[in-house]
């Protein structure tokens, strides 16, 4: 029961191409701060956040400035989540040092890692479930999120109308909600409509026409989403949208036999 068959990590890194696993995968964010994308919604994390991610998901991991983490698949688990959730570390790093410590057993001595790694797939999978547990997000940093997702492709969307809606400080909202999320709640509104931008240039709408992709996702100015595109992509949106052309014609195969590569 809740036994690890894998154990990674990833050194810096920007993008994990979409794909899904037979078992559980959990994520501990080491380094830096990115966003793991689903079919219907995202999960934006940090330093200390686990991402718990159900078998047969279908998901990638994307990154500005690049991430590092752990990363485990294990089976037969106690896990009762039916969706991806996020869940933090405590004050004392209690999940860090079992997620290190599970990756240096599995990639050391085979008898030891016999001896002592379903213990700590027991450890972490009842740590993560008291975690999640008395960890609930702040109400407002909720209502604040789900009104980020549900308007972000809305042009005339005004975040600062909401948030000025709020009887709390301006400065106050956006402190909570980035300690809560990992970003302030204007980058979060620019990273979702940042990646359904790329996700209508990957699924080839409209043949990339990059103007009414940009006013699709809620950005006025086609030029402005450009630079913020290429800010967090490396490359324009004309670019991305030829390379994941070529990638279509030319797939190349992943080298982690834990990952069942999907399309884009």
Request: aromatic residues 12%.
């Amino acid at each position: 029961m809740n036994d690890i068959i894998f154990a990674g990590k990833h050194f810096l890194t920007y993008n994990v191409s979409r794909h899904k696993h037979s078992s559980w995968e959990l994520v501990y964010c080491t380094g830096k701060s990115g966003e793991f994308v689903f079919e219907d919604f995202s999960l934006p994390y940090g330093v200390g956040d686990i991402v718990v991610i159900p078998p047969d998901v279908p998901h990638k991991n994307i990154s500005e400035g690049g991430f590092t983490n752990i990363h485990l698949n294990i089976v037969e688990t106690t896990l009762a989540f039916r969706q991806p959730v996020l869940i933090r570390d405590d004050v004392n790093h209690s999940l860090l040092h079992l997620f290190s410590n599970a990756y240096f057993l599995f990639s050391g001595d085979p008898e030891r890692r016999a001896a002592l790694i379903g213990a700590y797939g027991n450890l972490i999978v009842r740590s993560l479930t008291l975690n999640q547990a008395v960890d609930p997000k702040n109400q407002v940093t909720e209502e604040i999120e789900q009104s980020i997702v549900q308007n972000y492709a809305d042009i005339n969307y005004e975040l600062d109308a909401v948030l000025h809606g709020y009887p709390y400080s301006y400065d106050y909202l956006c402190k909570i909600f980035r300690k809560e999320v990992g970003m302030t709640p204007h980058k979060y509104l620019t990273s979702l409509r940042l990646q359904a931008a790329a996700d209508m240039l990957c699924s080839d709408y409209n043949n990339g026409r990059i103007t009414e992709i940009a006013h699709l996702c809620g950005f006025r100015d086609s030029l402005y989403f450009s630079r913020l595109f290429k800010k967090r992509y490396q490359v324009s949106p004309k670019e991305y949208y030829q390379q994941k052309r070529e990638e279509e014609e030319n797939p190349n195969a992943d080298s982690d036999s834990q990952k069942i590569i999907l399309p884009e």
